[in-house]
């Protein structure tokens, strides 16, 4: 009641009204008798005593004496504070008073008109400030993204995130904005992007073609990673190994599809450079930097090889790999599937590490799914289930993410099977031996690793030939998604 008087317009409603919309479902005596109860309380709670006024007829809120999260929220954004925690409640804006809406139908119409009147209010203030040119560009952009979160059809914020993308040498990422959003349009409406949009797209495309690598620092919220030319001091190794073993690491983890990694054409330009990982970081923007040396020793190579993060030149991983000398002059160069197989569990284990206390409405896809990754092996149904939500906010975040929806498969296909092994009575006919445990530690250990690159043990049963069966199937159904 409080919150409907707050946001009403001179905060006074009649007692008859109040009555009805709060307790829709029983008589009008007794909807009255449960107001005056209410006020009652409300009195007695309330610190301030002439905050509610009450007449024969009319309740009223003294709406001078207060102020709401919403004009709080708004004026932090105009008085330009712009971080992490003022942008996340702007994203849970559209969820506003959710917790009220289902207490009567009259209740939830009042509640839609309120949200939408709010989230024009603060889309307007976020127009105004990534409108201003004087605000640096990474502030425009989470700006204008943020306003897109609200209205993902806000044109005017896709081209603010185009342009401010661009303006931080990430053309990349200003074209993938473009392409998710003309897609959107596509499906939604039928419809194209504007001129002014196709033009800004077509602008940057040029731009992008005509100088593709640029000494300028490229900034991106995503996670990225940067494979740099390995040490071949005091070998007789020719250049063209050395580039083509970076070239080899740095397509394989491209192919992961996350964490985006940085081109190899932007990275050769260290070669027989010893930068720091800093250095790193403050050139190209990547969030951690692979590093190593080759070392050899007759027909033998050892490969050293680092992980580390570029904001403080912490090592993350490190290990030393054995080849032979002629694999490095394959055209294949199997050891860098081998290096690939560790760095990348070990960017998720980090990047896992470091989210671990980020809110949920903060996270990238690539992050929702490693949280959810890590929810998937802890081989319980609750986690199961929370996973699931989580890799549909991540394809509801990002629609082309291929990882999110490859596993989101594997999700339902263990959830339905788990239905089925952890309750036997739902299956027609045996006796089903096999625990809801037992399944998942197969089902994991044929899938493929969790997401810090474990893999569960099988140890139990498989129970019952259906049983056995629906998990082949299951298996297949994993490799079918892989290679998707």
């Not at 806000?154 to 303006?167: G, I, K, L, P, Q």
């Not at 903060?362 to 890799?391: C, M, T």
Request: charged share 25%; hydrophobic share 40%; glycine share 6%.
């Amino acid at each position: 009641m409080i919150t409907f008087l707050a946001l009403t317009t001179g905060g006074m409603r009649s007692r008859e009204y109040l009555a009805q919309l709060l307790w829709p479902d029983v008589p009008a005596t007794k909807a009255r008798a449960s107001l005056r109860q209410l006020m009652l309380v409300l009195k007695q709670d309330l610190q301030d005593a002439d905050l509610l006024q009450q007449s024969r007829n009319d309740i009223s809120l003294d709406q001078s004496r207060i102020s709401t999260d919403v004009d709080v929220l708004i004026g932090r954004l105009e008085g330009g504070e712009h971080n992490e925690h003022t942008l996340a409640q702007v994203g849970a804006l559209p969820h506003a008073l959710a917790d009220i809406e289902d207490i009567s139908e009259d209740l939830s119409v009042w509640l839609r008109a309120q949200r939408e009147r709010i989230v024009a209010r603060v889309a307007t203030c976020l127009q105004t400030q990534y409108s201003d040119r004087a605000l640096p560009a990474r502030m425009r952009n989470r700006l204008a993204k943020a306003a897109q979160e609200l209205d993902p059809f806000d044109e005017d914020a896709v081209r603010v995130v185009m342009a401010s993308h661009t303006e931080l040498n990430n053309s990349v990422a200003a074209l993938r904005v473009y392409g998710d959003f003309f897609d959107m349009l596509d499906r939604e409406l039928g419809a194209e992007p504007s001129v002014e949009t196709q033009d800004l797209a077509v602008s940057i495309k040029l731009a992008k073609d005509k100088n593709p690598v640029s000494v300028m620092p490229a900034v991106s919220d995503e996670v990225s990673v940067a494979v740099l030319p390995f040490d071949a001091a005091g070998t007789d190794l020719p250049e063209h190994i050395i580039i083509g073993l970076m070239d080899h690491v740095t397509c394989q983890l491209a192919g992961l599809r996350a964490p985006a990694v940085i081109s190899s054409n932007s990275t050769r330009r260290f070669l027989r450079q010893h930068p720091e990982p800093r250095e790193i970081g403050r050139v190209l923007q990547a969030t951690y930097a692979v590093t190593g040396a080759i070392r050899t020793d007759g027909e033998k190579a050892v490969i050293s090889v680092q992980l580390a993060k570029t904001s403080d030149n912490r090592v993350v991983w490190a290990n030393r790999h054995v080849c032979a000398l002629d694999d490095l002059y394959d055209v294949n160069i199997p050891i860098a599937a081998e290096i690939v197989q560790v760095v990348s569990p070990s960017i998720n284990s980090a990047e896992l590490t470091r989210t671990v206390a980020t809110p949920l409405t903060e996270l990238e896809p690539y992050h929702l799914l490693l949280r959810a990754k890590d929810l998937i092996f802890q081989l319980s149904w609750p986690e199961f289930e929370r996973a699931g939500v989580l890799l549909k906010h991540a394809t509801t975040q990002s629609p082309y993410f291929a990882l999110g929806p490859c596993a989101d498969g594997r999700v339902v296909c263990d959830c339905d099977l788990a239905r089925l092994v952890a309750h036997p009575s739902r299956r027609s006919g045996g006796s089903g031996r096999a625990s809801a445990k037992g399944h998942f530690a197969f089902a994991g250990r044929r899938t493929g690793t969790g997401a810090l690159g474990t893999q569960p043990a099988c140890d139990a049963p498989l129970g019952t030939a259906r049983q056995n069966k629906l998990l082949k199937q299951r298996c297949n159904l994993g490799r079918m998604t892989r290679k998707l």
